[in-house]
């Protein structure tokens, strides 16, 4: 099933004609409305007029983050004031927030985009939504709530945190669906076992999971853990919010659709700005090709990963594969670029551990040196145990030099490996998890 089939197949030509459409009125709009954008082009000795369609997109200018921080709060808006009718905020942990305002349109669009989503992920009319996205100013909560009311669900407004309330929604309420970040599905994984709450006792089916990196190694435990297709849900408040992309519950694993009729999305060499081929890993720019409230024109989403199409795809639209991080979250270690996600995903390999890691960075005279603490699986432990301590040193040896020849032949990066009891590195309580620890001094 999908929720707008005519939208969601229609052919390449077809798409590019609404997109070209849709950027040409957006720009003239925008030039109009935004001074930033009116001084921007005029800057660019760029008329409106000539951009005639998406193949002209590469003339604009890019916009960034610092764009919305220096027109804080409202300067980017298009509309008067009178027509907003919601307001959204990032966490702003760097300064001030980055803020977005909705007109009733635009939350219209947010709530068909969820609704698309949620129907990709396997959700149907009729189930119920156990919405563990925190409510506020983050664009989570509230983002899958409209969508999934739209889409004819019932909505479990549950928010994040307080697991021992959430589980026992989840044996009560009987929701088939779940959304909330990869890292919060594997805490109610992990105290679904340590309660003693055996899967018998939930209806789950799906999981939508979004709003941090997360990889294979996760999806196998909380598939595992909770007994539901794991799908990936992409986004960012600056674009819309959750609902930019979407994994389609069938095609796990190959990627999320961009619902490019509303996010016309590019990817570009983080250093030179220049637009890469498909299926080249870079920097992803979206423009936004509907919204009325505060349209993005190229904006630099800092997150890292390539665009193409899939041919093997009930869907037309293009996929972008998993993000591998922010661009501002990569490391550098002697020279070697590190994204956590990269470690995580040789986690997979060894039923020893459980993915709950951390990467320690800390920095040794002149040299930076990262140290991968991850702890051991249960079960392992249990095995352990029963034997002397003298085989247990040999054996947890053995595994850290695996894991160690694991990343060091993958990654390139010799990194010290810290075997953890199970349980001894921080959980996510119900947001998104950082997996860096970064102990450099500046
Ligand atoms: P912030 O985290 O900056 O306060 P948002 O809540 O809008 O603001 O988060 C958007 C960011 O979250 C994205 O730019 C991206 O880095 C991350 N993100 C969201 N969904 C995913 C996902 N499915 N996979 C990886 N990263 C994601």
Redesign the pocket.
Known sequence: MMYQPEIETMSLPRIRKLQSDRLSQLVSRLYKKVPFYKNALDEGGIKPADIRGIEDLHKLPFTYKSDLRDHYPFDLFAVPQQEIRRIHA??GTTGKPTVVGYSAADLDIFDEVVARSLVCAGARPGMKLHNAYGYGL??GGLGMHGGAQKLGMAVIPVSGGMTDRQLMILQDFQPEVICCTPSYAQTLAEEMVSRNISLNQLKLKYAIL?????TETIRSQVEKGLQVKAT??????EIIGPGVSQEDQEERGNGSHIWEDHFFPEVVDKDTGEPLPYGQEGVLVFTTLTKEAMPLLRYR???ICSIYYDKHSKRTHIKMS??KG?ADDMLIIRGVNLFHTQVEVLLQDFSEVVPNYQLLVSRTKTLDEVTLKVELAPAFEKELSRISQDSKNEKLQLLSGNIQTKIRNNIGLGMAVQLMKYQEIPRSQGG?LSRILDMREG
């Not at 979004?210 to 997360?214: L, T």
């Open positions: 990032s966490s983050f664009t979004g709003a941090e990196p997360w990936n849900i992409y986004g960012l408040s989403t800092n997150d998993p993000i922010r998104k």
